[in-house]
């Protein structure tokens, strides 16, 4: 009966969101997708029903800090969705570490702070704090010796746990920080990792660790560093040879004596290991794709974690060259994966057996996993968006960004033009409950003979805001300062947070610049992170607010079929979603958008709409199980109860007169 109830579920989500394709793509994908859905609701899939029991409300295995973005791809899932309403219209607030690229993410902790990680050597500090208003807080100590924390760091991530300690690996130690920059403890390790993870057994105690570039799987008890397990070695070899590394890539941006060994990272040669891995929250194993036997083949492990012990689960040919980092589906059954190759792989979860194959041309970036299961991910410099139809991945859409770019840019030279204007997607595609971020290059691709190879000219970087169903850019584009080459973070107060590695830039300027006509050179690489923040908080607030009532609605759908792992879910996020927006009624109030009285009263709304669906929340989590069909009842009521507060709510941020404050908003919320 549960396999039953569960592939009702399934399908009736997999319904939906033809639906919503069909919308925009014709009646002829409405056909051809009914027809897959018809074929696979002869195989069993894995239930929501464990990954519920396996994260919190955010969405997030219980060891890391309850924040929108604790680690490089926001989850342990590596999906690189938030659920949490983003701003369509932002402004840079602030900038910092200008002179250092930042190759991959901000990442935030319990109070807020941001982590950032670079790569300077000798006399610099590899491991920045700031708060949300780029406040310096505090860095690690000046690179002056070995024992230091290096430049190597520049290519993880920094993670944070639930107390708020943060963890980073240099060439050879594993550091762990206390929140206001004290050293907790230094491991030895035998190389670095390619960002870390957090993983947990049974008993719900917490580790930490990663894999080397070498292979070695290590997990370290987080409170003192010890190791958890004996060392595991994965049973592959070297990556594939690269090439020469790029002349002037992160010249005065990184420690050169590390560029070279980064740039084979980076691109997934030399190193068995150089992405990071994903631990699937329902059964606690780790994925990681690596080198395989011989440079020309790759490998995919699942490897299964226990105190005291680390063993393979299974081993799976793959092409070789994979800088990807994996990515585990919505309720944990599948983990996806490119290689050097262009092909990205379906795996099941559980057996590691391939269950399809899809082309989607040379990849650089690591594939990002929306909350309906899609698959969106960068490949020959497009955005694509692929659907996982158990037996096949099926492509939704593939998007370039050439007609912006000849917004931006004209033909060249203008008379006799010889270069058009051409794009190419620069960051991982970030993820919000209705829209895709990921920033662009827009430029000339031009080949110079004295390399004989192509180069692309990034003239303009700019943020794009997509619908996830159509594709379409949704937003006017927003200017950087700087190429992106990592992870757009999104904050759950609405500012986002922008990575600058400078990668094309800096092959750009101090490469092609000397070749180039004026009009054609590209300016000084900066580095650093950009903080943009909404326009407009008051937008915000409504945004989220209505998104909230889309939950609400999909919610009462899913308790009505007897959905009960889907409608907890949705309404999860719900609560998430109401506190962010109770926030950005503050800011807006803050900010003079909306006056203090109004403000208060949308905000005691806003908590008593929240009260009542947490309520909601608690009885559909206990009864998931045992399907009392009164309490059930309630918790349809409470949802609509809810439903009323937030339309009053809305209709006071909208413009309507507020009443007089009866009661007042707690401080906690």
């Known amino acids: 009966m549960k396999w039953k109830l569960h592939e009702k579920s399934l399908n009736l989500m997999r319904m939906k969101l033809v639906i919503k394709m069909s919308k925009n793509l014709g009646s002829k994908f409405l056909v051809s997708a009914l027809l897959i859905i018809l074929l696979i609701t002869i195989s069993p899939a894995q239930s929501l029903a464990d990954m519920n029991d396996s994260v919190t409300d955010f969405g997030l295995i219980w060891t890391y800090a309850q924040t929108s973005w604790p680690t490089i791809h926001r989850d342990s899932r590596n999906s690189d969705f938030v659920p949490i309403v983003a701003p369509v219209l932002a402004e840079e607030k602030w900038t910092a570490l200008d002179g250092a690229a930042v190759l991959t993410a901000v990442t935030i902790g319990p109070e807020g702070n941001l982590y950032v990680t670079t790569g300077k050597g000798i006399g610099y500090s590899n491991l920045h704090a700031f708060d949300q208003d780029g406040n310096y807080l505090w860095s690690s100590e000046p690179v002056d010796d070995i024992d230091d924390l290096d430049g190597v760091a520049v290519v993880s991530s920094a993670i944070v746990d639930v107390e708020g300690d943060v963890y980073i690996s240099d060439y050879d130690q594993f550091w762990a920080f206390h929140p206001d920059g004290s050293v907790k403890w230094v491991a030895p390790i035998p190389a670095n990792f390619v960002t870390a993870a957090f993983t947990m057994s049974n008993a719900m105690n917490g580790y930490v660790g990663g894999i080397t570039r070498d292979g070695e799987v290590l997990i370290l008890n987080s409170n003192d560093g010890s190791l958890a397990a004996p060392i595991l070695n994965l049973p592959g070899g070297a990556g594939p040879l690269p090439p020469a590394t790029p002349p002037g890539l992160w010249q005065d941006l990184i420690d050169p004596m590390v560029i070279d060994d980064l740039y084979a990272a980076f691109f997934g040669y030399k190193f068995e290991v150089t992405n990071t891995p994903a631990v699937n929250p329902v059964n606690n194993r780790i994925y990681i794709a690596a080198a395989g036997p011989t440079a020309d083949e790759g490998a995919f492990y699942g490897i299964d974690f226990t105190p005291g012990s680390l063993t393979i689960a299974f081993e799976t040919p793959i092409g070789s060259g994979s800088g990807t980092s994996p990515a585990i589906s919505p309720d944990g059954s599948r983990v996806y994966a490119a290689d050097g190759d262009g092909n990205m792989y379906a795996f099941d979860a559980y057996t590691g057996a391939i269950s399809w194959i899809f082309p989607i041309g040379e990849t650089i970036g690591s594939p990002s996993i929306g909350p309906e299961g899609i698959i969106y991910s960068m490949g020959d410099g ?165 998104w909230v009532q889309n939950l609400d609605a999909e919610a009462l759908s899913y308790l009505d079929s007897g959905m ?82 937030l339309e009053l709510a809305l209709s006071i941020l909208q413009g309507s007169d507020a009443p007089p404050l009866t009661r007042t908003v707690p401080k906690e919320f």
């Open 382 to 546: 497009l955005v694509h968006a692929i659907a996982d139809y158990g037996i096949s991945g099926e492509l939704l859409w593939s998007k370039d960004f050439d007609s912006i770019a000849s917004e931006y840019l004209p033909p060249y030279p203008p008379k006799d033009p010889k270069l058009y204007p051409t794009s190419m997607a620069n960051s991982i595609i970030s993820i919000t409950p209705r829209y895709l971020y990921v920033v662009a290059n827009l430029g000339y691709e031009i080949f110079l003979p004295v390399y004989e190879q192509y180069f692309f000219i990034p003239k303009i970087t700019v943020m794009l805001i997509m619908d996830a169903v159509s594709s379409s850019v949704i937003a006017p584009p927003m200017e950087l300062r700087d190429t992106c080459d990592g992870v757009i973070t999104i904050a759950s107060d609405g500012n986002i947070y922008i990575t600058h590695g400078s990668t094309a830039r800096s092959i750009a300027y101090y490469t092609m610049n000397p070749l180039l006509p004026d009009p054609l050179k590209v300016e000084k690489p900066i580095g650093g992170i950009s903080a943009l923040e909404p326009i407009s908080f008051l937008d915000l607030a409504i945004a989220g607010i209505h």
């Open 564 to 645: 009960l792992d889907e409608a907890y879910t949705q309404v999860r996020r719900g609560t998430v979603q109401l506190d962010a927006s109770a926030n950005s009624i503050g800011d807006a109030e803050e900010r003079g958008e909306i006056d203090s009285q109004r403000a208060q009263q949308a905000r005691l709304y806003v908590y008593k709409g929240r009260k009542l669906i947490d309520k909601a929340k608690n009885i559909i989590g206990r009864e998931r199980k045992k399907t009392h069909d009164a309490l059930l009842r309630l918790a349809q009521k409470l949802i609509e109860n809810a439903e009323k507060q």
